[in-house]
């Protein structure tokens, strides 16, 4: 039998009562309507300090049999956290965990225009914290009993602009990661190319995603969905494509790679200009 609403809100609301937990949001693409039968379920959960995790290990294993298994905070790293793996009704449910007071601060940071990309595994660009209060903004509140989410749901469904206009401001990484670029390509250095590149990439994507004041929250799919945006630079994916796909060792191919992804920065920079204005 498929996993319900309705049994999510009832597993939602027996979480809740575990010491430490605040709330509970559904996330991913089950939130966004676009799930498959083989989606993972996505769920936040937001906590306070001291949490309870032997109390949720013991309701994991409870719902979802003796394989269920979660962390301590800080269990898959500084930044993703923690959370847990169980299944329930014969799909695979993921607890994400989110420490609510550090939720609070990012959002804080975010309408001042203040944010950055950190140290992750899993994460090749930098885990960007802002996706804490994107995950807010683009999920489903199960359970709020403080109405502490849905406080700030509400603030960041509007895109805080200092935010947008800090995100197209970083362009100027991109500008500077083409050309220590170009300095590798006499060594021949593809992997040093190829790790400017995917940079670039990666913050032209968030500065499209800022300029339209779209969350972008994940670094998978990041491309396609600057690439889908109104106003986005023409033929954005398949440029991208382009570029990678001259990476070789050969100085003449990575020179071609670069000069290819410089116009896309310069694109990108003029879009993200008439994305703002319009």
Request: charged letters at 25%; aromatic letters at 8%.
């Amino acid at each position: 039998m498929p996993l319900t609403d309705a049994h999510l809100i009832e597993v939602a609301e027996r979480v809740a009562e575990v010491p430490g937990v605040v709330g509970l949001v559904l996330g991913g693409s089950r939130a966004r309507g676009a799930h498959t039968p083989d989606s993972d379920t996505d769920i936040g959960l937001y906590y306070r300090s001291p949490l309870d995790v032997d109390g949720l290990d013991r309701l994991a294993k409870s719902i979802g049999g003796p394989a269920a298994m979660v962390t301590a905070p800080g269990g898959w790293g500084p930044w993703v956290d923690g959370g847990g793996w169980l299944r329930i009704d014969g799909q695979a449910v993921d607890w994400i965990y989110r420490d609510l007071d550090r939720v609070l601060a990012v959002r804080a940071d975010a309408e001042r225009g203040r944010f950055g990309f950190h140290v992750q595994s899993g994460h090749p660009l930098g885990f960007p914290d802002f996706a804490y209060v994107g995950e807010l903004a683009l999920g489903r509140i199960l359970v709020d009993h403080t109405g502490e989410l849905t406080e700030v749901q509400s603030r960041m469904r509007d895109y805080p602009p200092k935010l947008s206009e800090a995100l197209v401001a970083a362009l100027w990484e991109a500008d500077f990661l083409i050309a220590v670029a170009r300095k590798a390509v006499s060594r021949a250095d593809s992997a040093y190319v190829a790790g400017c590149l995917f940079r670039v990439v990666g913050v032209c994507a968030h500065a499209l995603h800022g300029a339209a004041r779209e969350w972008l929250i994940n670094e998978k799919g990041a491309v396609a969905a600057a690439a889908a945006l109104p106003g986005a630079p023409k033929r954005f994916r398949e440029r991208v494509d382009q570029t990678f796909g001259c990476l070789s060792g050969d100085p003449l191919q990575l020179t071609a790679a670069i000069d290819i992804a410089a116009d896309l920065v310069l694109d990108t920079a003029d879009a993200c200009a008439l994305m703002i204005r319009s």
